[in-house]
Nanobody, 125 residues
Framework: QVRLVESGGGLVQAGGSLRLSCAASGRASSCYTIAWFRQAPGKEREFVSGIKASNDYTAYADSVKGRFTITRDNAKSTVYLQMNSLKPEDTAVYYC??????????????????WGQGTQVTVSS
């Protein structure tokens, strides 16, 4: 069992920055791939970024490439999502999710076993 707790969301103006944190606890949580997803009102949950447990591979959705950076501190069992140059279309509830690491980093919601409660990010224009 892995427990995930997100923090760092809030209200920011367009062009601003936020850093989200995902603290993982539980057995062997450092061995799990962690991903960030987001869900805007009326839309499906979508992949934003992911990082493998081995810390040697990251992935980003095209919509956030060059603006968001995912990092991982296994000593603290925490994954961070640094979000720069935020746009109103980034407004959503952001969730972190975990799954046992596999060769390929998965991008689909159904592949992830554990989810946090979500944190709201609102970007005003």
């Amino acid at each position: 069992q892995v427990r995930l707790v997100e923090s760092g969301g809030g209200l920011v103006q367009a062009g601003g920055s936020l850093r989200l944190s995902c603290a993982a606890s539980g057995r062997a949580s450092s061995c799990y791939t962690i991903a960030w997803f987001r869900q805007a009102p009326g839309k499906e949950r979508e992949f934003v970024s992911g990082i493998k447990a081995s810390n040697d591979y990251t992935a980003y959705a095209d919509s956030v490439k060059g603006r968001f950076t995912i990092t991982r501190d296994n000593a603290k069992s925490t994954v961070y999502l640094q979000m720069n140059s935020l746009k109103p279309e980034d407004t959503a509830v952001y969730y972190c999710a975990a799954r046992p690491q596999t060769i390929a980093l998965r991008y689909d919601v159904d592949s992830y076993n554990y989810w946090g409660q979500g944190t709201q990010v609102t970007v005003s224009s």
